[in-house]
C-alpha cells in the first residue's frame, strides 16, 4: 500500500515551535514532490508549503514565510519546522506528494492529518 504517514502535531503556545514529519511508505518517491495544506474550521484547505523531489524548489504559502521552513533529508521523508506560532496556524496539517507539479497542483497522495494548536 502507497501511504503517507504524518506525524509532531500537538498543543503549543504562541511563539512556540513545532515540527512536522512526512514519510512515503510503498513506493519510491524520488520523482514525487512533497508539502503540507492546512485546513482550520469553517476555512478553506491552505497551502502551506513544498519542497521538489531533489530539493531544488521551494514553496511557502504566504502566511508563513519567516517563520516555517521545509526539507527533505531523505528521498521518502518531507519536514516542517514551523517556528513563531500563531493561533491563526491552528488546524489540521495534511502532508501531501504530487508526481506531476511542484506546487502540489494534482496531489496524488494524502497524509491522514495530524492537529496542531497553538494556544494563546
Known amino acids: 500500500q502507497v501511504r503517507l504517514v504524518e506525524s509532531g502535531g500537538g498543543l503549543v503556545q504562541s511563539g512556540g515551535s513545532l515540527r512536522l514529519s512526512c514519510a512515503a511508505l510503498g513506493r519510491s518517491f524520488s520523482y514525487y514532490s512533497m508539502g503540507w495544506f492546512r485546513q482550520a474550521p469553517g476555512k478553506e484547505r491552505e497551502f502551506v508549503a513544498s519542497i521538489s523531489s531533489n530539493g531544488q524548489y521551494i514553496y511557502y504559502g504566504d502566511s508563513v514565510k519567516g517563520r516555517f521552513t521545509i526539507s527533505r533529508d531523505t528521498t521518502n521523508t518531507a519536514l516542517l519546522q514551523m517556528n513563531s506560532l500563531k493561533p491563526e496556524d491552528t488546524a489540521i496539517y495534511y502532508c501531501?506528494?504530487?508526481?506531476?507539479?511542484?506546487?502540489?497542483?494534482?496531489?496524488?497522495?494524502w497524509g491522514q492529518g495530524t492537529q496542531v494548536t497553538v494556544s494563546l
Open positions: 501531501a506528494a504530487d508526481d506531476n507539479s511542484i506546487k502540489l497542483i494534482s496531489v496524488d497522495y
